[in-house]
């Protein structure tokens, strides 16, 4: 199948956790994680769209702005959940400073934890792609007195830190196995998308380049944000001031790249497959050819969060459902009551 067909009306996406996938329905998200035993340990929980709350939260370019936040929120939090379904293996113990900060707010040590990450992410961000380029831009400015030359300087920083950013994260192991699952996920949303039946064998003919990925999304906000800032303060030569205004921007970036990145992957034509070709190829530094076992995990999260999960299914004892094989998780399947609780109790 070709990665440039059209997607179906109704998205369904994910993202790549620690040894799992996670996927979101319009109602539901699913994440499944492959312990070291071999067993897949799956959880999904309820989901209601913030547009179906709020119906402005849906409107166009709003609703870029909203995805922005939400997504490094319930990034996190899924990060955070898969790593605790993988067990003791993958429990990181909290620091000093972490434990002192959940006893003096009085918060529990995990949501410490989620918020000191999302803190240093979001500061980490902040200094790669908007800190280092407005400071490419100051320099330039004294070498160049031209704001266009110093604008598109500024852009191809930004495109050039996060290609490299992503490479070198490829180098790291863990990564790259994630990497393989974001594969996996990519693969399992196109095999649903084409309507086939959901195995390994059925994905595993797809490529690991898909249009609505986020890594595709970065790129579009990097360049949508070199295109607008030839049009609004180009001109400003000082660091501070450019830092400011690009931060301040960033929200009307989002918005207007999130309805770019939804126009390309749901038209097929000439322009549009230009237009998304240099996203997808990014995509070769984050995606990695994944294997059965990790499409097992993919298929698992697609089906659970589609169809639910499966009845009389055995349980950890925090409440997570433990299968064997993806084939349980499929629509309609039933555990044998005895086999539940032989798996249970083992």
């Known amino acids: 199948m070709s990665n440039q067909s059209s997607c179906p009306r109704v998205d369904i996406g994910g993202q790549a956790v620690l040894e799992g996938v996670m ?26 769209p913030l547009s179906k709350k709020h119906k402005w939260m849906g409107w166009p370019f709003i609703r870029g702005i909203i995805n922005m936040g939400t997504m490094l929120s319930s990034g996190m939090t899924t990060l955070e959940d898969s790593m605790k379904m993988l067990g003791d293996a993958y429990e990181e113990e909290p620091s000093k400073f972490e434990k002192w900060l959940a006893e003096k707010l009085g ?10 990450a999302i803190v ?30 110093v604008t598109v300087m ?57 249009p609505r990925c986020g890594t595709a999304f970065m790129l579009i906000v990097m360049v949508i944000s070199m295109v607008l800032f030839l049009f609004v303060g180009r001109d400003i030569e000082a660091f501070f001031p450019r830092f400011l205004l690009h931060l301040a921007l960033l929200p009307v970036v989002a918005g207007v790249s999130y309805e770019v990145l939804k126009g390309l992957a749901h038209r097929d034509n000439a322009l549009t497959r230009a237009l998304r070709w240099p ?25 659970v969060a589609l169809h639910g999960l499966p009845e009389n299914a055995p349980r950890t004892e925090e409440g997570w459902t433990v299968l ?14 005895e086999e ?5 109790q083992a």
Do not use: W
């Open 23 to 48: 996927m979101k329905a319009p109602d539901a998200i699913a994440i499944t994680v492959r312990r070291p035993d071999g067993t897949m340990v799956v959880q999904r929980k309820d989901y209601i």
């Open 107 to 116: 918060k529990n040590i995990d949501n410490v934890v989620m918020g000191v």
């Open 120 to 149: 240093l992410a979001v500061i980490m961000a902040v200094g790669l792609f908007i800190g280092i380029p407005a400071g490419v831009e100051a320099l330039t400015g004294l070498v160049v007195d031209n704001g266009f030359i």
């Open 154 to 210: 500024g852009g191809i920083t930004k495109v050039v830190i996060l290609i490299a950013y992503m490479a070198l994260c490829g180098l790291v192991p863990d990564v790259r196995r994630t990497f393989q699952y974001h594969g996996a996920e990519h693969k399992t949303v196109y095999c649903n998308e084409a309507g086939l039946p959901l195995t390994p064998e059925n994905a595993r003919s797809f490529t690991t380049l898909h």
């Open 279 to 303: 996203g997808l190829q990014l995509q070769r530094l984050t995606t990695k050819q994944p294997d059965d076992r990790m499409l097992e995990v993919a298929i698992v999260s697609m089906n």
């Open 324 to 337: 064997t094989s993806y084939k349980q998780s499929e629509k309609g399947y039933v555990f044998p009551a």
């Open 340 to 344: 539940a609780v032989e798996e249970t």
